[in-house]
């Protein structure tokens, strides 16, 4: 008899802890659930203001400015070639390259 109300007791217990973590994992699930929330709004944010910067960096007079000189250079350097391989020497540079157009923006 008493190892009956010893092996209830225990069980009484088991049952309590068995409650408690069931409390502690939906207590858990609920913390993910927030978390994984926060972060796909932070992530959000993140591509928002990647997309914000690229677009001032794009529209800023310092770009435009440096696309422009780039393109003069490459204006430069193709009448040069040109130039060079106009008075026939042999175009150094021109092994196997590719010829790459500018965005038009």
Known sequence: MARMQELEAE???????????QLQAS???????????QLDHAGAQVALS???????VGAS?????LK??????TDEVKVLREYIASS?????????????EADDD
């Not at 007079?61 to 400015?65: E, G, I, L, N, V």
């Not at 026939?88 to 790459?100: A, D, H, I, R």
């Open 11 to 21: 069980n009484a217990q088991l049952r309590e802890r068995f409650s408690q973590m």
């Open 27 to 37: 207590q858990l699930a609920a913390e993910r659930s927030q978390l994984a929330e």
């Open 50 to 56: 990647q997309n914000q910067l690229s677009e001032h």
């Open 61 to 65: 007079s310092q770009f435009r400015d």
């Open 68 to 73: 422009d000189i780039l393109k003069r250079r």
């Open 88 to 100: 026939g020497l042999p175009v150094p540079g021109t092994e196997g390259g590719l010829e790459l």
